[in-house]
Nanobody, 124 residues
Framework: QVQLVESGGGLVQAGGSLRLSCAASGRTFSSYAMGWFRQAPGKEREFVAA????????YYADSLKGRFTISRDNAKNTVYLQMNSLKTEDTAVYYCAARRTYGLSMYLYQYHYWGQGTQVTVSS
């Protein structure tokens, strides 16, 4: 069992940056692929970024490439999402997810554990 706790969300102006963190419990974090998803009001949860177990492979939603960066520190049981040049349409609840395998995935249904989410609001 893995528990995930996101932090780092908040209110930021358009063009600004935020770094989200997701701390995982347990001693098996390094064997999990991780992902970030987001859900805006009235919309379905969507894929943002994913990273494999050791961080040498990453994947992003096409619309976010170049602005968002996913990374992980297995010594700290933490995965990060650096978000730059934020836009109002990035406003959403951001969720961290863990997958009980080494390889990354962009598919929501392939993740086994989820955090509670952290709110990101981008103002114009």
């Amino acid at each position: 069992q893995v528990q995930l706790v996101e932090s780092g969300g908040g209110l930021v102006q358009a063009g600004g940056s935020l770094r989200l963190s997701c701390a995982a419990s347990g001693r098996t974090f390094s064997s999990y692929a991780m992902g970030w998803f987001r859900q805006a009001p009235g919309k379905e949860r969507e894929f943002v970024a994913a990273i494999n177990w050791n961080g040498d492979s990453t994947y992003y939603a096409d619309s976010l490439k170049g602005r968002f960066t996913i990374s992980r520190d297995n010594a700290k049981n933490t995965v990060y999402l650096q978000m730059n040049s934020l836009k109002t349409e990035d406003t959403a609840v951001y969720y961290c997810a863990a997958r009980r395998t080494y390889g990354l995935s962009m598919y929501l249904y392939q993740y086994h554990y989820w955090g509670q989410g952290t709110q990101v609001t981008v103002s114009s």
